[in-house]
């Protein structure tokens, strides 16, 4: 917590609602008091960052993927050469991802220009519940931001906190059957993660394990994105 208490209520607010939330679930979650979640939700509402589905349930708003997709120039236009280099250096394709809500962005990526190659374009909205980018934007965040999705995801809350010790994560056919993957965090000068730097590409090249052979390259690859 930052210490900003509305700032910090605001946010385990936002993460509650990240599969929908009524008021009473709101308040369960939060363990906030009632007028306390009703009224930041309705503030939340009136900027955007939630919305009400058709069952009066607060979800994620549209303001929350306007901030995710305003990724810093400088970040994207650094990524460019680095994926490249990654993509050579491993031989795979490579993405640079954001989170998005309950969703990863792919706003940056290289692909082979041959050969069997898993192809995620930019644009791309992938689940928060699968692969290793989703579990580098996980492990690092806090519990109540984390713990609505574990019940549907691939991977645990042990799983995060393996990712967290060694610093990269590794899923296969996790999120696609036949496909494998390797992740490392990006993170900015106050060392908060904000995006995932991976890649990817079939299992039948990659191994079962393929963070042994590719972790590092990857690891470093996001350490010179880093602090940008």
Same mark, same amino acid.
């Given at each position: ?6 700032? &910090? ?19 369960? !979650? ?57 993509? +050579?250096?491993?031989? %795979? ?8 809500? +309950? %969703? ?57 906190? %393996? #990712?967290? !010790? ?5 899923? #296969?056919? %996790? ?12 993170? &900015? ?15 039948? @090249?990659?191994? @079962?394990?393929?963070? &042994? @052979?590719?972790?590092?390259?990857? #690891? ?9």
């Amino acid at each position: 917590m930052s210490g900003v208490g509305v700032l &910090d209520k605001a946010v385990v607010i936002l993460s509650a609602c990240v599969d929908g939330a009524s008021l009473a679930e709101l308040v369960e !979650r939060t363990k906030l008091p009632r007028a306390t979640a009703h009224r930041l939700a309705q503030a939340l509402e009136i900027h955007r960052m939630l919305v009400r589905d058709a069952q009066g349930r607060w979800r994620p708003g549209p303001r929350l993927g306007e901030f995710a997709n305003a990724a810093p120039d400088v970040l994207l236009t650094a990524a460019e050469p680095m994926l490249a280099a990654l993509r +050579d250096n491993t031989g %795979e394709s490579a993405q640079l991802y954001l989170r998005r809500a +309950d %969703e990863r962005l792919c706003v940056a990526a290289a692909e082979r220009s041959s050969g069997l190659r898993d192809t995620v374009p930019i644009g791309s909205a992938l689940p928060m519940t699968a692969g290793s980018a989703a579990q580098v934007l996980l492990a690092w965040e806090p519990p109540e931001a984390v713990m609505p999705l574990l019940p549907r995801s691939k991977f645990t809350g042990r799983t995060l906190a %393996e #990712v967290r !010790r060694r610093g990269w994560a590794q899923s #296969v056919a %996790e999120r696609e059957a036949g496909v494998a993957s390797v992740s490392a965090p990006v993170r &900015d000068r106050t060392g908060r993660v904000i995006a995932a730097i991976s890649i990817s590409g079939p299992i039948e @090249r990659l191994g @079962r394990r393929p963070g &042994d @052979r590719h972790a590092m390259a990857v #690891v470093r690859a996001g350490q010179r994105l880093s602090g940008l």
